[in-house]
Structures are given as C-alpha cells and as structure tokens.
C-alpha cells in the first residue's frame, strides 16, 4: 500500500505564477498600450492635424488666393472703370473683357454689375438686372455696403446651373473714389471638396471651413454641420473663434476629438481639422486585445504545463521523502504525519486502533552469515509480503532497521491478533531469499490497542513491550499488550 504526504502546496505556487504571468502581461502589455496611445496622441497634435491643415491650407490658397488677386486686379483695371465711366456703352466690349479674363485664368465664370444700372454682366453679355427685392441678389447690395474691399461667398451659381461656387466679390471706385460697383470671378468649389472628402476618406478627419460666425462654408459631406448643435464644440466655438489658431478637445457621442483650427487671413476663413481619437485609436486598441488574448493563451498554457510537471515531480519528492528507499514502505517521517491525521479523524468519529510492532528474529545471524546484499533482499521481500498481507485501509512503516510497524485503524485488539498471526505465518511460510533456499525467516509480534486517553507514541510502547515479550518466550510468536488499567 502506498500513500502520499502533501509537501507543498502545488494549487497556490501554481496559482501565484499564474497571476505573476498574467500580471507581468498584463502590465506590460497595459504599458505599451499606453505609451503608444501618447505617441499617436503626440503625432496627431504635433503632426498630423498640421499637416493635413497646412496641406489643405495651401491647396485652397492655390485655388483661392489667386482669384482674389485677379479679381483685385479687374476692380483696379482702367479699362473696366473708363467702360463705365463712359456709359456702359459697347456691351460687346464688356463681355470680350470677361469671356478672356475667365478663359485665361480658367475661372468658372467672371462678372461685373454696374451699381448705376444694375446690369449684371459676365463673358456672354447682361445676364440679368439686380434688384435688391431679389433674395439671390442680396449679395450685391450686401457688398456694395460693406466697408473690406471685397468678400469671399459661396453661392449657387446662376450663370452656371446653380453649381456651388465661390465668389471673389471685389468693390469697384472710379478714380475719385466712388463706388460703382463690383467685380470678381467665380469658380467652383469641387476641387476643394474633392481634397476634403480625399482626406476625410484616408485618414477619418473631419475637415470643413468656417466663416467669422462659425458658420460651415466649404465642407466634404452632403450636408453642412452645424457647428452650435454639437454640445462639446458649441461651448468653445466663440473661444475658439476669437483666438483664431490653436488644438481644442472636445467630447462629441461619447468619443474623445482633437480638434486644429487654423484662420486664413486672405479668405477670412476658419479651416478646421478634426480628428475622432478613439477611431485613431481603433487600431492600436484592436491590437491590445489581441495581445491580452495571447497573453492569456499563453498563461493558460504555461501554468497547465508547469502544472503537469510539478506535479509529476511533486509525487515522486512526496514518494521520496515518505518512503523508506530499500523496502518502499512509509517512513518514520510520514507514519508522523499520516497518525496525526487518523487520530485527529479518529477524535470526529471515533474507532478502534491497533498497532503491531514486527521485529525479524535473528536478522543479524543472516546478514552475518549471508551478508548485507542477502540481508537486504529479505528485508525488501518481507515488506512487500507484510503490505500484501495487510488491507487497503492499513498501513505499514518500516520502523527501525529490521523493525516493522503496523498501523490497523477501525481493528480492535481481537482481530489485531489475528491480521498478527496471518502475517507471523505469511513470513514464516515464505521463500524470501530465493537465491539461498536454506534461509528461513520468523517474525516476532507484539500487538496493542489505542487506548481512549493514550498517545499513538505510549501504545507503540506498548506494543514495543508486547514485542520483546514475545522475543523472550521463543520467538515466532506473536503477544498481546494487555489493555490499559
Ligand atoms: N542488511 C541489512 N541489515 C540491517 C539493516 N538495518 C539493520 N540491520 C541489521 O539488523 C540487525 C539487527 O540485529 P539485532 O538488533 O541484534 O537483532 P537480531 O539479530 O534480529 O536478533 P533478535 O531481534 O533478538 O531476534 C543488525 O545486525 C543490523 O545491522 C538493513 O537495512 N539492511
């Protein structure tokens, strides 16, 4: 019979790498996520919203900033002033003047309105007359009014099919300084919004010009935002706004937005580039989870194999350090362990105990005789018969030198006596040296019962006793110690 003794506990070491795996993984997979979200954080103020700002800047300034010096130079153009100035007479020589100009710098269309008669001219001739009770005029009236010398508006086009265009409205004075009307070009915002929707599409920010009221002119999606109906922006606008240029964040649906704003003093425009963080950061995140599943997978796996494998050296120290090496049964170290808890078992439900101290009569003759090697084998062969002998719930420890100790629990003194002779006839009627025949072996046996206050140490004593009294009336015999008074 063989039995286990628990050195360690192998639940809690595993358990404690476990968590030391996971929590190594853990925060250091915590760690990378972090530090990589400060540096696309960084990248995004330092340098991706810039760049996206100032990539934009620049082509709208190609697409804009041009026109409005064209359209600076027809408001000073001699000839278009002497034109008027002389009665707007050849109509002809008017449009000849704005068919080149838009033909020549590739405009979408190009005008004059005459503030004395209201003609609204472009390359073809007089589109039409303006008229301030006209809703799609009251551009004219606005800029005839204004104190800039021009503005920037975008407008339906209704010499181009109403296509969504700029215009560069420039104010006209004659040469003592009267106003008499104004000029420009037109040209489509397309291009523009084009680069938008690119940007928009390749790096998911939001990009869209403001004018001074924070109101969206020139954007890449089908309808303008209102900028007031997004709470977290809405509080800030008029701040932001006011100082022109800077990083704003602010909270739109639950996402965090980073948010660049740049002033175009030449358009009196506001460009803004927005970046959703959490969308940034969609991929990063995406790979924190991915390393937190491989971080547990391998957990998992390296504390089930250190598992197994603590466990397969856990047994065989436990065997080790239990067993006596020459016979395998229980040594003295483990029969401590193992009565402790029998007796503390025996003290909830409480049954009889028995004891049997087994002693090989005249070992030494066959040792002297035979030799240690001989010696040996019968030792390791009377172990193996005694546990053979024994039941499953018995056990055996090999005591001293050729001392054999027999553990009996729920057995009374009666049948103690009797497993005692079965055990005293199984040696005795054994060959346990087979390779010298002539050997024969006896075992002495003294037997004891637990008594109620006694210690398991006293009733080994006793059965101790028992033994030697069995020694001194003949060997091959087993005594009973008798019962405590
Ligand atoms: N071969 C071998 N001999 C052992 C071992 N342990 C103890 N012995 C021997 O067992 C012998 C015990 O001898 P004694 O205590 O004099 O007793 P005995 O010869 O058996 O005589 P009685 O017990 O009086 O019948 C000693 O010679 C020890 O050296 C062991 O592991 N192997």
Redesign the pocket.
């Known amino acids: 019979m063989s039995r286990s003794i628990r050195i360690f506990d192998r639940r809690s070491l595993i358990l404690l790498l476990g968590l030391l795996l996971s929590g190594g993984f853990f925060a250091t997979t915590l760690f990378g996520y972090f530090v990589s979200k400060e540096a696309i954080r960084s990248a995004i103020i330092g340098q991706d919203l810039p760049l996206t700002s100032s990539n934009i800047y620049s082509e709208i300034q190609k697409d804009l900033v041009r026109p409005v010096l064209i359209s600076s130079t027809m408001a000073h153009d001699t000839f278009l002033r002497d034109w008027i100035l002389r009665g707007e007479n050849e109509v002809s020589e008017m449009s000849r003047y704005l068919a080149e100009i838009k033909q020549r710098h590739g405009a979408f269309s190009s005008f004059f309105v005459s503030d004395h008669s209201s003609n609204y001219y472009t390359g073809e001739g007089v589109l039409k007359q303006v008229r301030e009770d006209e809703p799609r005029d009251a551009w004219y009236f606005r800029v005839r009014d204004m104190r800039d010398e021009y503005e920037i508006n975008v407008d339906p086009d209704l010499a181009n099919r109403d296509a969504l265009t700029i215009f560069i409205n420039y104010r006209v004075f004659d040469f003592d300084q009267r106003y008499i009307g104004a000029t420009g070009i037109g040209l489509t915002v397309d291009s523009v919004r084009r680069l938008i929707r690119d940007y928009q599409a390749r790096f998911q920010r939001t990009i869209y010009f403001t004018d001074a009221t924070g109101k969206v002119v020139v954007h890449g999606g089908e309808t303008a935002p209102d900028l007031r109906q997004r709470p977290g922006l809405a509080q800030q606008l008029d701040r932001i706004l006011h100082e022109r240029t800077g990083f704003y964040q602010f909270e739109d649906a639950g996402d965090n937005h980073i948010l660049n704003v740049n002033y175009l003093p030449e358009l009196k425009w506001y460009l803004f580039v927005e970046q959703n963080e959490d969308v940034a950061l969609a991929g990063i995140r995406q790979t924190l989870y991915v390393n937190l599943i491989i971080s547990l997978v391998v957990t998992l796996i390296v504390t089930f194999l250190a598992y197994l494998t603590l466990g397969s050296y856990q047994s065989r120290i436990e065997k080790m350090a239990s067993t006596d090496k020459?016979t395998g049964l229980l040594n003295r170290h483990a029969f401590g362990i193992l009565i402790d808890k029998l007796l503390a078992n025996n003290r909830r439900a409480p049954r009889p105990i028995s004891f049997l101290l087994a002693?090989?009569?005249?070992?030494?003759?066959?040792?002297?005789r035979h030799g240690?090697?001989?010696?040996?084998e019968?030792?390791s062969n009377i172990a193996q018969r005694l546990s053979a002998t024994l039941r499953e719930a018995d056990f055996a420890v090999r005591w001293?030198?050729?001392e054999f100790l027999m553990v009996l629990p729920g057995c009374p003194l009666n049948e103690a006596l009797v497993v005692a002779e079965k055990l005293r006839h199984a040696i005795a009627s054994a060959q346990l040296a087979p390779g010298e025949p002539t050997i024969r072996i006896t075992l002495?046996l003294g037997a004891s019962e637990l008594d109620d206050n006694e210690t398991a140490d006293h009733a080994i004593s006793r059965a101790d006793d028992a033994l030697y009294a069995a020694?001194r009336a003949g060997?091959n015999q087993v005594s009973a110690a008798p019962p405590l008074g």
């Open positions: 020459l002693d090989i009569d005249h070992f030494k003759d066959i040792n002297d240690h090697r001989i010696g040996d019968v030792l001293g030198g050729e002495s020694k060997r």
